[in-house]
């Protein structure tokens, strides 16, 4: 029979800190199985604008 896998408070520590020091705010934590999903607690905003873009508006504006 194979051995079931434990997820320690130690691990899921380990994985809140590596993602608070990518710049990622927690927003919670799920285990699946044997790996651990964090989410982002931010809300999708808006995505960013190239270079491309935003010489553009620059251009457009006047």
Do not use: F, H, L, N
Request: aromatic share 4%; proline share 3%; charged share 30%.
């Amino acid at each position: 029979m194979a051995r079931r896998q434990v997820i320690t408070e130690a691990a899921i520590r380990r994985a809140v800190k590596g993602a608070q020091a990518a710049g990622v705010k927690v927003g919670r934590v799920e285990i699946e199985g044997a790996k651990i999903v964090v989410y982002s607690g931010a809300e999708a905003g808006t995505p960013p604008v190239s270079a491309y873009d935003d010489w553009r508006k620059k251009r457009d504006a006047r």
